[in-house]
Each structure stands twice: as C-alpha cells, then as structure tokens.
C-alpha cells in the first residue's frame, strides 16, 4: 500500500510560480513510476508530467517548457516546479504512483488568477 501526500498549491498571480511536493510512504521503488495529474472544473483529469524508470519524463504540451518534474528517490519525493503559470494551470493537482497498482493523493488545488 501507497501513501501520497501533497504540499505547496495556493493562489499565484498570472506568470507566478508554485512548487509542489509529493510525498510517499510505503514500498515504493525509483522504477516505479510517480508524477502528477490535474482536473480543472468540468474537465476531465488529465496528465501534466510523470517521471519513471532511468529518470524519463513525459510532459503534456500545454506545460512543457514551463513546468519540470523532478524526484528524490531518497525521500520518496515527487515535485513539480511550475513557473510562468497561467489563468488555465487552474486546477486540482492530484500526485500519481503506479507499482502493481495506481494510486493517488488527495489533491491540492492551483489557482492563478490576478
């Protein structure tokens, strides 16, 4: 069993810039696969980035060049540094595990409005 929680949503102005964190406790390996989701009202959940086995990433393009993902296999950590956030980054921001099975965090919401 997986447990993740995240840290670091708030309010940002447009063209601001948010770090959040991902913590996760129980077995969990740096091949295994950790990133992050996000679900704007009335949307579907969609992926913004992930990062698995050897350190790949895969970023959704509405953020790449903006957002990076990175993790601390020494502390179970995922982060995700967003910068030059816009009104559309508004969203829930859920953290993702895949090991035999998918798991997620409560989510933390992002909002970026002036």
């Known amino acids: 069993q997986v447990q993740l929680v995240e840290s670091g949503g708030g309010l940002v102005q447009p063209g601001g810039s948010l770090r959040l964190s991902c913590a996760a406790s129980?077995?969990?390996?740096?091949?295994?696969?950790m990133g992050w989701y996000r679900q704007a009202p009335g949307k579907e959940r969609e992926l913004v980035a992930v990062?698995?086995?050897?350190?790949?990433?895969n970023y959704a393009d509405s953020v790449k060049d903006r957002f990076t993902i990175s993790r601390d296999n020494a502390k179970n950590t995922v982060y995700l540094q967003m910068n030059s956030l816009k009104p559309e980054d508004t969203a829930v921001y859920y953290c993702?595990?895949?090991?035999?099975?998918?798991?997620w965090g409560q989510g933390t919401q992002v909002t970026v409005s002036s």
């Open positions: 129980g077995i969990i390996y740096s091949k295994n696969a």
């Open positions: 993702y595990a895949h090991t035999q099975y998918d798991f």
């Open positions: 990062t698995g086995s050897g350190g790949s990433t």
